[in-house]
């Protein structure tokens, strides 16, 4: 899996095993010893397919910029 993140002027991504997403505090937590996500609640409304890839939506379904690629989705 990767999960990858894009803005006008920056780009980063993440490879690697999700072995849990867990809930705490208004967030949903993915915690690797080299990788954090802490994704606020309300923050994505859905998703879209994309090629391989899912693209998070976000208020108005506008993408956020958050992608998770995987073969799974191909």
């Given at each position: 899996m990767v999960i990858a993140m894009s803005r006008a002027g920056f780009d980063q991504q993440w490879r690697g095993?999700?072995?849990a997403v867990k809930p705490a505090m208004g967030f949903?937590?993915?915690m690797t010893a080299d990788f954090h996500l802490?994704?606020?609640g309300g923050t994505v409304s859905g998703w879209r397919d994309g090629q391989g890839e899912k693209i998070a939506l976000g208020e108005g379904?506008?993408?956020t910029g958050l992608r998770l690629?995987?073969?799974a989705f191909a």
């Amino acid at each position: 899996m990767v999960i990858a993140m894009s803005r006008a002027g920056f780009d980063q991504q993440w490879r690697g095993v999700i072995e849990a997403v867990k809930p705490a505090m208004g967030f949903l937590n993915v915690m690797t010893a080299d990788f954090h996500l802490h994704l606020a609640g309300g923050t994505v409304s859905g998703w879209r397919d994309g090629q391989g890839e899912k693209i998070a939506l976000g208020e108005g379904g506008t993408p956020t910029g958050l992608r998770l690629i995987s073969q799974a989705f191909a």
